[in-house]
């Protein structure tokens, strides 16, 4: 199959390079002192951010509970064990309406999870830093819990003055940025107390969720491992994949390889307007991530995307837009073969 649908969870997410894949082959067969592992992921991770810390977890999902529990229990044993019961402890979480998300579940049951309450504030279209003030004056405020996606509605909350909002109250706050590791650096530059970052989204690594942050408040997420975050640990192999990934990220020359990726989606769309019918743009992405994507407008959409899957290889685009009669394409990961293929694919299809 070719995935043209981008970091898509029920598609395998992403590829890993080479040396990541030799990496976790190397690891499997090995033991490991694995809070040793733990402290040198926190450090590549602190290196590669310019977070205080970090930490491993299973997947961002696994981040947003152990996040939030972490602002609830700290690193005390007694509270660690008692999680999900948040009953004696400041368990309410806020967060803008317009970012409950759905990437498989709802983000308000990863929070749940935890033990914690979730109070909205704002509503699905716009949530302003008034509507936050108002529901960040509540007494039992464990933290604020901001999210950067493509997936969340209404105008772009300004992160910056949430969050100080937040501060002022003595409110940590989390942003989930599992689909923007690229942009990590910029949204721990917000302020935020700790970011959730997926590695198997843009960092290609397996799959593992990076928690970059403040000192204590790392150490307090890992403390959860001792508790609820025992469901929810790496795996040796999704650390060793990590810390590759990240040495081979921080060698990257990100100028050419931004150019790169650019040239290739305009180069698609530039060929999949030949194909009579087809109108075809380049946008960027809306969260602000630095990548583009291809927009084709053909006719019958919905038709195409099926048969598109049908075909073989089987070829899988992203699909959010198909009422307008527009097919909307994630390159990234694919190789010119690859595109290759969706272009004849294309032209048999529609001509
Ligand atoms: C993908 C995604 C998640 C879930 O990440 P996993 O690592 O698959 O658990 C959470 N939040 C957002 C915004 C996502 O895009």
């Known amino acids: 199959m070719i995935n043209a649908k981008g970091t898509f969870t029920p598609l395998g997410v992403s590829r890993s390079s080479d040396g990541v894949a030799d990496a976790v082959a190397q690891a499997l067969p090995e033991f490991f002192v694995m809070t040793e592992l733990g402290d040198r992921v926190s450090e590549t991770i602190a290196q590669v951010t310019g977070a205080q810390a970090g930490a491993v977890v299973h997947c961002t999902a696994a981040g947003i509970t152990l996040a939030v529990a972490a602002t609830m229990a700290g690193a005390d044993p007694r509270r660690i064990a008692s999680l999900p019961d948040a009953t004696d402890m400041h368990n309410r979480v806020v967060m803008p309406a317009c970012h ?12 749940r999870l935890s033990g914690a309450q979730v109070d909205l504030a704002g509503d699905e279209t716009r949530c302003t830093i008034d509507d936050l003030e108002a529901e960040l004056d509540g007494p039992d405020v464990c933290c604020l819990m ?12 300004d992160l910056v003055a949430a969050i100080r909002a937040a501060h002022r109250r003595g409110v940590p706050a989390i942003i989930d940025g599992a689909a923007q590791f690229p942009r990590v650096a910029d949204l721990l530059a917000t302020g935020a107390d700790l970011v959730l970052i997926s590695g198997q989204k843009y960092l290609a690594s397996p799959t593992a969720g990076l928690v970059a942050g403040t000192w204590p408040l790392v150490q307090a997420v890992r403390a959860q491992e001792k508790g609820i975050g025992r469901t929810m640990k790496p795996t040796k192999e999704a650390v060793i994949g990590v810390i590759a990934a990240l040495e081979e990220w921080q060698a990257l020359d990100r100028m050419k390889w931004e150019a790169d990726e650019l040239a290739k ?42 048969q598109l899957e049908a075909g073989n290889p089987s070829i899988y685009v992203m699909t ?10 994630e390159l990234v990961p694919l190789t010119q073969d690859e595109v290759d293929v969706i272009l004849a694919r294309l032209w048999s299809l529609l001509t």
Do not use: C, M, W
Not at 100 to 106: F, L, N, P, R, T
């Open 320 to 329: 959010d837009r198909l009422a307008d009669d527009q097919l909307v394409l």
């Open 146 to 157: 901001l999210v950067s996606s493509r997936l969340t509605s209404g105008p772009p909350i």
């Open 100 to 111: 409950v998300v759905d990437y498989g579940h709802s983000n308000l049951q990863a929070i």
């Open 265 to 306: 989606v305009s180069e698609f769309a530039e060929a999949a307007a030949k194909i009579p019918g087809v109108t075809a743009t380049v946008v960027p992405d809306p969260a602000g991530l630095q990548i583009s994507r291809a927009v084709l407008t053909v006719p019958n959409a919905h038709d195409v995307a099926t």
